[in-house]
Structures are given as structure tokens and as C-alpha cells.
């Protein structure tokens, strides 16, 4: 079995490929998803040299924050990518690298007083259901655009991009990888219309994170292939 230092070189490495096959003179940042993992796996994982790390749970990040404090670990960076949750959002906030999960006007009201209330300005991505999945959040296409003009003008937050998850794995309803990533990054092109300073497209995972690269992803949150090994 692979060790989490060659599977974190593996991927680095197939990025490069890819970008390099996709004409694409930039490397996509490597967000490595910490969710469920011990202790060990995660500083493994630091060691190894992936320094953007996120977490889906708000009591589980201020555990690892507490386990890797920024005093000891000044060039680590968090991003959020699970669900607001209003009440573990008040109890657990502390400014971080980026929220990519923000799904609505509701959420950005409260992150921008908690924001304004730390004295750090926040980043946040604003989701985008681009599956139109009943059970998913993000906010669906046909409202995307009247959501990035409401909440850029929240203060204390900064509207970095957009985060869109890939198909339902197994669902034969489900769009395509390539459509859903191809219709992320036709909205995320529109949107820097909107806001030229948005340069973040938070696309692809483990499973499909090559086809977001295709699509021209900025970023991919990549969990299950740096700790057991790369799917093929």
C-alpha cells in the first residue's frame, strides 16, 4: 500500500499532466479534504506538503485547529466546505483561508457580522447547484447571478469565485461530468463579468477531478486519493 507522501507526489504529478494536456500554462491549487482522517493521517499529509487543507463539519475543523494551532503551524490554510449551519457557525467561527460552501443571501448576512465582529476580512466562494440535485446545496444557475450581486456588496466578506460539486456518482439522472463542469465554468466566466476580481473555480474531487482540470478548475478538494491511493 501506497504511503500518503508517494500518493500526495502521484497526484501533484497527474495534475501536471493534465494541465499540461488541457493547453493550460497554470496548476490548478491542490486542497487536500481532512474529513473523518486521524490525527496522524493529517499531519502525514502536512509533511507531505499540502499546506490548503479543508473540513466539511465547523466542530471538526476547530478540533484540528486546536491540534495544529497557527502558532506552531503559520503556513497551513482552512478551507470550509460543508454545510453553514447556522448555530455551529456562531459557536465555532474563526476567520480562515475560505468558506467555499456559502449557498445564500441568509448565511452571508451572518458571516459578514461575524466577520465584521473578528476584525478580518473572510473569503468565501458561493456554491452553485449546477446538477439542480433536490438533496444538494448551492444556489440553483437561474439565481446565481442576483445572489453575487447581493452578497458582494456584504461587507467585511470578499467573493473570491465559485465551488461546484460534480454528478451524483451511480445516479443515471445526473448530468455528466463534462456538463456539469462545462456549465461551472460558463457561469464562473459570466460572473467575472459581474466581479473582475473573482479568479477561484472550485471544481472537481476524486473521482472526477481530471475533468474538471478539462474544464478549467482552479482549484480541486481531493480526500480519498491522497490518503489510500489514486483511482484510476
Same mark, same amino acid.
Given at each position: ?12 504529478? =497527474?495534475?501536471? +499532466?493534465?494541465?499540461?494536456?488541457? /493547453? ?12 473523518? %482522517? ?8 502536512? &509533511? ?33 466546505? /460543508? ?5 455551529? !457557525?456562531? %459557536? ?10 456559502? =449557498?445564500? &443571501?441568509?448565511?452571508?448576512?451572518? &458571516? ?32 446565481? @447571478?442576483? +445572489? ?7 461587507? /467585511?466578506?470578499? !467573493? ?10 451511480? =445516479? ?15 457561469? @464562473? ?18 473521482? =472526477? ?22 483511482? %484510476?
Amino acid at each position: 500500500m501506497s504511503t500518503i507522501a508517494e500518493n500526495v507526489e502521484a497526484i501533484r504529478a =497527474d495534475i501536471r +499532466e493534465v494541465s499540461q494536456a488541457s /493547453g493550460r500554462s497554470d496548476l490548478p491549487r491542490l486542497v487536500g479534504v481532512t474529513k473523518t %482522517r486521524s490525527l496522524e493521517d493529517v499531519r502525514a499529509l502536512i &509533511l507531505a506538503g499540502v499546506d490548503h487543507l479543508a473540513e466539511n463539519r465547523w466542530e471538526s475543523w476547530h478540533e484540528r485547529l486546536l491540534a495544529f494551532p497557527g502558532n506552531l503551524w503559520p503556513s497551513i490554510f482552512w478551507h470550509f466546505i /460543508g454545510p453553514i449551519q447556522g448555530r455551529a !457557525l456562531k %459557536r465555532f467561527y474563526r476567520p480562515l483561508f475560505c468558506i467555499e460552501s456559502l =449557498d445564500n &443571501l441568509s448565511h452571508g448576512t451572518a &458571516l459578514s457580522r461575524l466577520a465584521l465582529e473578528s476584525g478580518a476580512p473572510q473569503s468565501v466562494l458561493l456554491e452553485v447547484n449546477v446538477c439542480r440535485a433536490p438533496g444538494r446545496t448551492g444556489v440553483l444557475p437561474e439565481n446565481l @447571478f442576483p +445572489e453575487i450581486e447581493a452578497l458582494a456588496a456584504l461587507p /467585511g466578506l470578499r !467573493l473570491e469565485g465559485l465551488m461546484v460539486m460534480g454528478p451524483i456518482p451511480g =445516479d443515471a439522472k445526473s448530468p455528466s461530468s463534462s456538463e456539469v463542469f462545462g456549465e461551472g465554468n460558463a457561469l @464562473f466566466q459570466e460572473a467575472r463579468r459581474l466581479i473582475p476580481s473573482m479568479g477561484t473555480l472550485s471544481m472537481g474531487m476524486s473521482e =472526477d477531478y481530471r475533468e474538471a482540470i478539462r474544464w478549467g478548475s482552479t482549484e480541486v478538494r481531493i480526500g480519498r486519493s491522497l490518503f489510500e491511493g489514486m483511482l %484510476r
